[in-house]
């Protein structure tokens, strides 16, 4: 279990919520949430005339009445606080957790002439270059540039099985705070001190860098705007009850405020954003931000890298296929010329595999030789020899266009074997000596199991999945429909990732993209979701603004879970509250005005005993509604796979008219209670 995730409420964290929720009770704290901010003014008003209840004018209200008020209205923000501080409360749990995992290691600097010295880890900076050996702690972020080596992530992951982790390739990032389980490997430091992936995660989780989204930000709003609607309604009611002749005691005004204002969902609003961004964390994702978390809950298009997202990405050389007349050995020894020098994990498999064939390569024979390295623009890499032979293996499209250059033929047996190892769900690597075709490598690749299955389940979500692939055409249709994708790009390029991504956007569409490499990275920065994996390159985390520590693609599905079920969370307990208001009308404006028009009787439907008892109960009821409903803010309310019209009609029909209802039994029960306990007259 990971260590983030296996966090949930300890009875240490209720306590200390508790006496967090007094702390907040600070006006300069309070002010950032104008509905409890405004609950609090009328909390002190109340106060004061519990110990003057004639403070403003000759009042018919008892001491006692007033005193109840008062009471009731402290609860109503020590509940309010309280869900506030629960939500922190978790999140500061888990910072304490990640701190312990996070220590000032002994770190092997290499130095300038290659010899090791012992240094702490907070004085390595960015570029520096230390040696990890088999039981040593990492002691910062950084990339292998030599070596291989079993990395036990279980200190951030919570996984148990160690991950193969080497220089070059997409697996090379290694995270401050896990160990080197066997081998060793040189790392270049990628962070200055207080800036690692750790440090970032202990910061989110608790909070402190916490920033409300737009969409919050405008409910707040809106919340602000209502109170101050409705602020303007009372004030206003004061000088039309004196023309009429009722008498409005201040304390039962600033009741009447309470109950109107959008007191539930203002208390609860902080700890649904902050219960979102937990939750997510419970999932092992690192959330740069809760507009991240939101934007994930409305997305429509998903963009997945193959290699390592869709599949394990450890394309491994099955078999050598000569061409044009070649021999088999002359394949194999050429594939071994071309990838002797290729530090990715295909080229070593391909030398592994030549070797088994008997190709041997000879040092001391090429010495003068030069390496071409593989880039994204020629899709090839070899060896340029002493004597001027040149040989190159890459995308069999870049080996034609390299061969057509110096104009040789195509062998005609080319396409027919490309495409048989296409069907087959293979990647072929073509291989050329000079200006001739002479073979293909066959490279295999893994589809990751139950991708099928949850794909559907975006697609029933109404999201589109499509899946980007440096792979010919034929290899991409059968990857694509083996793992269940919508539409794919073959032979895609960084570029391509990204006008896909721009293509979405402009149709209106919010777009999701996962990946792990350094080619990911223009994609991940550009869409509106970018999910990189833990064990990808430093340069996608940083890219990205999720990270996902277990390094599954189809992660991306909870998440995208978690974030409509925050947005539904926040939709329906802001339903529920306003639902409620309708209740409160029949049981308190009766009570204020019956005795000046008697005709209003007929809007006392709950037939409530007494005006002051319809006014406590109200009151009550809307103190009490925000602890029942901590329990559905911090658990969120429960998502459902289906369209979005459903899950409106659903929730407006459980909360919206459950909301209505609701509160006229509440408050019917709150008054029978009171009358059956002689607490009013």
């Not at 001391?364 to 060896?383: C, H, I, N, Q």
Request: aromatic residues 6%.
């Amino acid at each position: 279990m990971s260590t983030v995730r296996k966090k949930t409420l300890t009875k240490a964290i209720v306590i200390q919520a508790m006496a967090d929720a007094f702390k907040k009770l600070n006006p300069a704290l309070m002010i950032k949430n104008p509905v409890m901010f405004v609950v609090e003014a009328g909390t002190v008003i109340t106060l004061l005339l519990a110990i003057y209840p004639d403070l403003f004018a000759k009042s018919g209200v008892s001491r006692g009445y007033n005193i109840a008020i008062f009471g009731i209205l402290f609860f109503t923000l020590l509940f309010a606080n309280f869900a506030e501080a629960l939500a922190e409360g978790r999140g500061k749990a888990q910072a304490d957790t990640l701190r312990k995992t996070k220590s000032d290691t002994p770190a092997k600097l290499v130095q300038k002439d290659g010899t090791l010295k012992t240094v702490s880890s907070t004085t390595l900076r960015k570029g520096d270059i230390v040696r990890v050996d088999a039981g040593d702690v990492i002691p910062t972020d950084g990339e292998i540039i030599e070596g291989l080596a079993s990395i036990d992530e279980s200190a951030i992951t919570g996984e148990s099985a160690p991950v193969i982790k080497e220089a070059g390739g997409d697996f090379s990032s290694v995270t401050g705070g896990t160990r080197v389980a066997s081998d060793y490997i040189v790392v270049k430091v990628m962070t200055d001190p207080g800036e690692s992936f750790l440090d970032r995660m202990i910061a989110l989780v608790e909070g402190a860098k916490r920033q409300k989204t737009p969409n919050e930000i405008a409910l707040t709003t809106l919340l602000a705007v209502l109170t101050l609607i409705f602020l303007i309604v009372i004030i206003t009611m004061v000088p039309l009850a004196s023309y009429l002749g009722i008498n409005l005691d201040v304390t039962m005004l600033i009741a009447l405020l309470v109950c109107l204002i959008p007191t539930t969902i203002g208390g609860l609003l902080s700890a649904i954003g902050i219960a979102g961004m937990d939750r997510v964390t419970q999932f092992n994702v690192l959330a740069m931000s809760g507009k991240a978390v939101e934007a994930a809950g409305d997305i429509d298009t998903l963009i997945l890298d193959k290699t390592g997202t869709i599949t394990y990405g450890n394309r491994m050389a099955a078999e050598f296929i000569p061409v044009a007349g070649a021999a088999p050995q002359e394949i194999a020894f050429a594939s071994l010329q071309a990838s002797v020098m290729d530090e990715t994990p295909e080229g070593r498999s391909i030398v592994e595999l030549a070797n088994q064939l008997g190709a041997k390569w000879q040092e001391e024979a090429y010495k003068d030789a030069v390496p071409v390295e593989f880039t994204a623009e020629s899709r090839m890499s070899g060896l340029d020899l002493a004597g001027g032979s040149a040989i190159r293996k890459g995308a069999v499209d870049a080996i034609k266009k390299y061969v057509a250059a110096k104009g040789a033929s195509i062998p005609a047996e080319l396409t027919e074997v490309t495409n048989r190892i296409a069907k087959a769900g293979g990647t072929p690597l073509a291989v050329a000596v000079d200006e001739r075709i002479i073979g293909v490598i066959y490279l295999k690749d893994t589809v990751k199991p139950g991708l099928k299955e949850r794909f559907a389940e975006l697609r029933s979500m109404g999201i589109k999945t499509i899946m980007c692939t440096g792979d010919n055409p034929l290899t991409a249709a059968t990857i694509a429909l083996e793992a269940g994708v919508d539409d794919f790009i073959a032979e895609a390029k960084p570029e391509d990732k990204i006008s896909a991504i721009k293509k979405e956007q402009q149709e209106g569409k919010l777009v999701a993209m996962t990946g792990d490499g350094t080619n990911d990275v223009p994609a991940l920065a550009q869409a509106d979701v970018g999910l990189a994996m833990n064990s990808g390159t430093m340069a996608a985390k940083e890219a990205a603004n999720m990270v996902d520590l277990d390094s599954d693609p189809t992660k991306l599905l909870s998440v995208v879970a978690i974030g409509k079920q925050l947005l539904i969370t926040r939709g329906a307990l802001t339903t529920f509250p306003i639902a409620n208001d309708i209740a409160k009308y029949f049981a308190i404006i009766p009570a204020l005005f019956i005795a000046a028009y008697p005709q209003l009787q007929d809007l006392n439907i709950m037939h409530l005993a007494t005006p002051k008892s319809a006014i406590l109960s109200a009151l009550i009821f809307n103190a009490v509604i925000i602890p029942l409903l901590i329990p559905i803010a911090m658990k969120g309310v429960k998502y459902r796979t289906m369209t979005a019209d459903k899950m409106l009609t659903r929730n407006v029909l459980v909360y919206g008219l459950g909301g209505v209802i609701v509160p006229f039994i509440g408050i019917k029960v709150i008054d029978w209670i009171l009358q059956g306990l002689h607490l009013i007259s």
